[in-house]
């Protein structure tokens, strides 16, 4: 199972973003995906989560309202929309296959990341 991260990158405060997430190595169309971020000296917070078959999304406190997540079965692509950032959303955005729907440890794989940065 391999997943690839994109789209990161510096975004001043009130900017947008699209995270993207490649899978290869598995049947992507089977699997639960997850949105997990990783703040500058915190641990692993977990984001957005999406069913397997794109019928139902779950998000955050945090970031509900701002941030969209989508997936693409034919590309097996995962994608987060991140609308409104706030520099407390800078962090390593990672996304992770398979696991409990909340689980923050609990995957059968991630990613290596993408750093997004939210600075004026």
């Known amino acids: 199972m391999q997943l690839v991260e994109s789209g990161g990158g510096l975004v001043q405060p009130g900017g947008s973003l699209t995270l993207s997430c490649v899978a290869s190595?598995?049947?992507?169309?089977?699997?639960?995906m997850k949105w997990l971020r990783q703040a500058p000296g915190k641990g692993l917070e977990w984001l957005s989560a999406?069913?397997?078959?794109?019928?139902?999304?779950y998000y955050a406190d945090s970031v509900k309202g701002r941030f969209t997540i989508s997936r693409d079965n034919v590309k097996n692509t995962l994608y987060l929309q991140m609308n409104s950032l706030r520099t407390e959303d800078t962090g390593v955005y990672y996304c992770a296959a398979g696991g409990t729907l909340y689980g923050v440890l609990d995957f059968a794989s991630r990613g290596q990341g993408t750093t997004v940065t939210v600075s004026s």
């Open positions: 999406i069913k397997s078959d794109g019928g139902r999304t």
């Open positions: 190595g598995f049947t992507f169309s089977l699997h639960l």
